[in-house]
């Protein structure tokens, strides 16, 4: 809690062009939970976390303006939301190495995002890798979070966190407040639109396969026109037709249609029509999107000001987080 609010946290990676399922899974979340102010929030670009895989110096600052940006522009107030740069809070670096000590290489290994990176980066498989978790259980502990808004795909490092947290606090007491993940009933996990029973992902193969946040809206109707489907004809919500079904959640997350209504809405209708109106959906979010970044964009100052004001805000709670730790576990206490 923080001034009698929940502490609400979450990140994104710099890396790459940010996806439609990056913004239905975690940042429409964000925005969605602190409508009403019952949160204190910290929504974090997380730089160094890109490390784990080589980055372009210019490319990667770059990538991280935007996506900081982007968290504007997509909806989240900056002076209600700490929006900032991981890199700028070294509590982030100084817990992580903290918290390395009380996590076990057995635990680590079994993380199957590790494993997955270590298959695709198999000349890269660098210890930062491997403590990629620990990084991310400091992000989230660094604030005494209580909720973390993200995909199906961070579960398993949302329970790594968790058993660190408990861990330490098993020895210290109560440090740490146990954060809890919230994976939203709708959009938790957008498959790909070429390969459904696959993640849509950023660093897909085939442009056909996913829907950055920046694509033009002529580019996402000719993707969803081009989405993979079945040879049958009926908008039916079911696994046994993963390609409509991905399509049902997207237009879902975006109406916030049940199901069931997009299924009567579409019912005698064909893949076409269905596929088009997805597409026009999804480009009622993603237009007012890009008309803000444009905005944004030709205002360095008033970005600039969010960057510094926002990562003093940081620093100052992660700062008395990590100083109570390092009392805890016996480090000098500073001399003033
Ligand atoms: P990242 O950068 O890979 O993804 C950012 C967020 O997007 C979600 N996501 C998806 N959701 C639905 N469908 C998809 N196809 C999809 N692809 C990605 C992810 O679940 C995530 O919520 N390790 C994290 C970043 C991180 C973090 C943190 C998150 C670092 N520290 C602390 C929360 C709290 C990651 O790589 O996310």
Redesign the pocket.
């Known amino acids: 809690m923080l001034d009698g609010k929940k502490v609400l946290?979450?990140?994104?990676?710099a890396?790459g062009n940010i996806?439609?399922?990056?913004y239905?899974?975690?940042?429409k979340n964000w925005i969605d939970l602190n409508n009403d102010d019952s949160y204190q929030c910290f929504n974090?670009v997380?730089d160094l976390?890109s490390l784990t895989v080589r980055q372009d110096p210019a490319e990667l600052r770059k990538r991280a303006r935007t996506l900081l940006s982007l968290y504007i522009a997509a909806g989240l107030d900056p002076v209600k939301n700490c929006i900032y740069y991981?890199s700028h809070v070294s509590g982030h670096a100084e817990l992580s190495w903290i918290l390395n000590c009380f996590t076990y290489m057995g635990e680590l290994s079994r993380m199957t995002?590790f494993k997955d990176k270590s298959a695709k980066h198999a000349d890269n498989i660098n210890a930062g890798l491997f403590t990629?978790?620990v990084?991310?259980a400091a992000?989230?502990l660094l604030f005494q979070t209580d909720v973390?808004?993200?995909?199906?795909?961070?579960k398993q490092?949302?329970e790594i966190t968790r058993d660190i947290a408990e861990r330490f606090n098993g020895v210290y007491g109560d440090v740490f407040t146990i954060p809890e993940p919230y994976i939203g009933k709708v959009?938790?996990?957008?498959?790909s639109l070429q390969e459904p029973d696959k993640?849509?992902?950023?660093s897909d193969e085939n442009v056909n396969a996913t829907i950055y946040l920046m694509d033009d809206p002529d580019t996402v109707i000719r993707k969803f026109k081009r989405a993979v489907t079945d040879s049958d004809n009926e908008i039916r919500y079911t696994d046994e037709k993963p390609g409509i079904k991905n399509l049902i959640d997207i237009y879902s997350a975006v109406t916030n249609k049940t199901a069931g209504e997009v299924e009567r809405e579409f019912d005698g209708k064909g893949y076409g029509d269905f596929k088009l109106a997805v597409g026009e959906a999804v480009n009622s979010v993603l237009v007012p999107i890009h008309q803000r970044m444009d905005e944004l964009s030709k205002d360095k100052a008033y970005i600039d000001g969010i960057i510094k004001e926002n990562s003093d805000k940081a620093n100052y709670f992660a700062t008395k987080t990590l100083r109570k730790v390092q009392k805890k576990i016996g480090l000098p206490e500073r001399v003033r």
């Open positions: 946290f979450s990140g994104m990676q890396t996806t439609l399922g990056n239905m899974g975690a940042l974090c997380v976390h991981q995002q990629y978790p990084l991310m992000d989230i973390v808004p993200v995909g199906a795909d961070q490092h949302l959009g938790a996990k957008i498959m993640k849509m992902s950023k």
